[in-house]
Every structure is written in structure tokens, then in C-alpha cells.
């Protein structure tokens, strides 16, 4: 059942206005299942944090299980890994005269089941531009050996949403072979240097392995792997979060096991020959998403902490490098769940958060958050 879903938000209301959508089937009643579906909006009120120059404000509600947030070049529209329900949402942010709106873009991924307790049903994960209109989208629907990386050419997408099948490009799957007992699957993050696309993946548990994807003149090449994290940092393997340094370093957050607590680790690899250069071990549970300041270079990351959720957020990152390097982790801000984030031009932070859902809610706990005043 396709559905194309356009919310229009509106900051003077506490609750979201009711969806539109535009059925294509002959059902003239929505479901109590398909009512479930509709991203909204939330309350306006923006919440200082512990920092009081940092201020929050939640954009949109009732996401399921948002996995992936990318910020398109010029035009600032955010797009949003659905990943529950499979699907693409674009928030665009208000301009003057003008309510921001949320829409399903993309639909028709495959679902599967992550986790080991709590679950959780995903779909599409990381997210990334290559260019203005170019949005590469990592999988995690399929299994282990059969995930591929699309990409999609979104100033086609006009009233209705597309589904997979009209991705302009697919790349992979990485099958199982004599480098990988299992084939790769589950792209949780997604980094571009101009070059090629950077992604963690889940796999084989004794490589911990980051692929890579070349792009020339906006196609993409073969999707291969490229770094087995694991043989080189010896301890902790689970590549998810991942960024560019500003000096060019592919900067990856080595999560470690999901039932072990402040085992992340914060790595620094060089981008051509795929050797680990800098270890750094962090008081961190589960790094999940890295991204560095676009004025400051400040690096900060996500901690999804698993077993402990209340020990996650956002933290700031201050490494010093040299003949004794050092970190110094500052927590920013407490949040339920966190997966993915992504700087906008001009420093704003959004950030998506898979929640805890409580016993009566009538919404999912998801959200897509806003974060300004960071440095």
C-alpha cells in the first residue's frame, strides 16, 4: 500500500495537525495501524540545557525507530531514515511567510529485526549527500550478504513518493567471501569525502569491517570492503558511527559490545592506506554517530548506551594529539536513544532519537530534534 504522506506543521500548535494522505488503494477507511503512521509535530517550546547557551527543540514526533538524518546542500531540507516503517521522510524547516512540512519521499525498503533486547524493526539506515540532489541511502532491511547501498536523485520525487525500485543507482551487495565469513550487511552510517562513500557495517563480529564506495562524476563504482577495524584497534569491533576529520582522517566510533559498559572506543584512520593512526579509549557505552562543528571543528558524537540509556547523549570530543595524546569527554545533553545526526551550514544540529516508549502513549517515542548554540 502506497501512501504519501504531507504534514503541515505549525509552531503555535502543541500537537501536530493531522496528516494528509493520499490513499492508491480502493480503502476509502485508514486503519488504526496505518493512523499510527504519521510523523508530527511537537510542542514549540524550545528547553535550555545543561549548558545554557545550548538550547533543544523537538521538530517531529511519532518516528519509528529513526535511523539515519542527512541535511541537503542549499536548499537545508532534512531528510530522515523512517527506518520502522521503511520508508524516506524530508522535513523542510520554516522560511519567512512559510510552515515547515514533513513528507514521505521514498518507501518500499526491506524490513528486518536488530537487537538482542530490546528489538527493533528497521529498515534504510545511514544517510548521506554526494551532491545537491544525490542521496545515497545504506540498507539494513535485507540480510547479512545481500544489503546494498541506493541511490537516489530526489529532484525527481515531486507529489508522490518513490519507492526502491526507481533508485537511480544500487551498489553492492558484499557477499560472503574468503574476507568476510558472513557478507556485510546493516550500513548503520555513511561518511563522503568527495571521493568515495565510507560505511560501517555489520558482518563478520571478527573483522568489524568499514566498506568504501568510489564516486566518479556523481555514479558509483563497486562497493568493497576496505578496513577491518577490529585486527587493528585488537579489542572492540562494531564500527558504527564514522565522519571526516577536518584534516582528512576517517574519525570512527568502535562501539564495542552492546552488554559492556564505557568499552567505545574513538578511532583515526588514514583515509588512503586504511591504517589505524590514533586509539582512544572514551567513558563512552555505545558510540553511534560522529560529527565535527562546520564553524568550530569541534567534534562531538552520540551515545546510544544500550544497556544503561540513561548514561546516553550527546558529548563533546576534545582530543589533543601528539607524543601523549588525550581525550576529554563532555556530556551536552541527556537524550532517549539517540542514532544519527548531521550539522547544518551554519552549526545547527539535528539529531535523531529512537526513544522509550510509555505504557499509553498514543504516539511512537521518535523524534527529530533540533540543537543550536553548540560551539
Not at 560501517?200 to 563504482?221: E, H, M, Q, S
Not at 562497493?223 to 587493528?232: G, S
Request: proline share 7%; glycine share 10%.
Amino acid at each position: 500500500m502506497r501512501r504519501c504522506t504531507r504534514i503541515l506543521l505549525s509552531w503555535a500548535c502543541l500537537l501536530a495537525l493531522t496528516t494528509s494522505l493520499q490513499a492508491q488503494d480502493q480503502k476509502k477507511e485508514k486503519s488504526a495501524s496505518e493512523q499510527q503512521k504519521k510523523p508530527a509535530a511537537a510542542k514549540p517550546a524550545e528547553k535550555p540545557a545543561a549548558d545554557s547557551k545550548v538550547k533543544t527543540r523537538d521538530l517531529v514526533i511519532n518516528l519509528y525507530n529513526p535511523c539515519g538524518v542527512a541535511v541537503q546542500p542549499d536548499t537545508g531540507h532534512v531528510y530522515i531514515s523512517g527506518s520502522g516503517y521503511q520508508r524516506i521522510l524530508r522535513f523542510t524547516p520554516p522560511k519567512e511567510n512559510q510552515m515547515p512540512t514533513i513528507a514521505e519521499v521514498i518507501n518500499g525498503f526491506p524490513k528486518d529485526v536488530y537487537g538482542k533486547g530490546p528489538k527493533y524493526e528497521i529498515g534504510p539506515l545511514g544517510l548521506v549527500f554526494v551532491s545537491k540532489n544525490l542521496l545515497a541511502v545504506g540498507g539494513g532491511g535485507n540480510p547479512d550478504g545481500k544489503e546494498v547501498l541506493w541511490f537516489f536523485d530526489v529532484s525527481q520525487i515531486k507529489d508522490q513518493p518513490i519507492d526502491t525500485k526507481a533508485a537511480k543507482h544500487v551498489a553492492g551487495p558484499i557477499p560472503k567471501s574468503e574476507k568476510t565469513n558472513r557478507g556485510e550487511g546493516n550500513f548503520y552510517a555513511l561518511a563522503y569525502d568527495g571521493k568515495a562513500i565510507y560505511i560501517t557495517t555489520n558482518g563478520d563480529d571478527t573483522k568489524g569491517w568499514i566498506a568504501r564506495c568510489p564516486i566518479n562524476n556523481g555514479t558509483p563504482g563497486k562497493l568493497e570492503l576496505f578496513i577491518a577495524t577490529k585486527p587493528q584497534v585488537e579489542t572492540t569491533d562494531a564500527p558504527v558511527g564514522i565522519t571526516l576529520s577536518p584534516d582528512g582522517k576517517l574519525v570512527v566510533g568502535q562501539a564495542g559490545e552492546i552488554n559492556v559498559p564505557e568499552d567505545s572506543l574513538l578511532c583515526f584512520y588514514n583515509i588512503q592506506t586504511g591504517k589505524l593512526e590514533l586509539k582512544l579509549e572514551t567513558p563512552l557505552y555505545d558510540i553511534v554517530a560522529l560529527a565535527y562543528h562546520p564553524k568550530s571543528k569541534t567534534l562531538y558524537a552520540l551515545d546510544f548506551a544500550w544497556m544503561a540509556p540513561d548514561k546516553g547523549g550527546l558529548f563533546r570530543l576534545d582530543v589533543t594529539t601528539g607524543q601523549q595524546p588525550s581525550l576529554k569527554v563532555t556530556k551536552v545533553l541527556s537524550l532517549d536513544k539517540p542514532t544519527a545526526m548531521a550539522f547544518a551550514p551554519d552549526g545547527t544540529l539535528y539529531i535523531t532519537l529512537i526513544g522509550t516508549a510509555k505504557e499509553g502513549d498514543k504516539y511512537k517515542p521518535g523524534k527529530l530534534i533540533e540543537v543550536t548554540g553548540l560551539e
